[in-house]
């Protein structure tokens, strides 16, 4: 699955996939990847914003594990995914993808049930 796949399937399942998807694109003077808010004039992205991870986090009631070794998530429906330290070595950006993929993949079972 692409960055961009991961995070269309996240923002439907946090509930910000109204906004616009952007890739690399100038916006009041920076560039940005993820989806814009032309109102409030943000970008999310939650496999680069740690606030924006958290947010996504709380919104979805994820359970997050935080060890030595890597970050596992999991989630209301009992889906747990895990982020090791030999692929994400950056506990921050583990912490991060963890909880991307987690809520894409909540995001693909609202897909395949208005299917």
């Not at 100038?26 to 814009?36: E, I």
């Not at 935080?66 to 330290?85: D, E, F, P, Q, Y």
């Not at 994400?88 to 993929?101: F, H, K, Q, S």
């Amino acid at each position: 699955m692409t960055d961009r796949e991961m995070l269309e399937l996240a923002a439907k399942a946090g509930g910000y996939a109204r906004h616009e998807y952007v890739e690399n694109s100038a916006r009041d003077g920076r560039v940005v990847t993820g989806h814009y808010d032309s109102l409030l004039e943000v970008c999310i992205n939650p496999l680069t914003d740690d606030g924006d991870a958290l947010r996504l986090a709380v919104y979805l009631e994820f359970e997050i594990d935080i060890t030595s070794t890597g970050v596992a998530v999991r989630t209301r429906c009992g889906l747990k995914v895990l982020v090791n330290k030999t692929e994400e070595p950056d506990l921050c950006a583990a912490a991060r993808l963890a909880i991307t993929r987690a809520a894409a993949e909540i995001g693909r079972q609202m897909e395949e049930s208005n299917d």
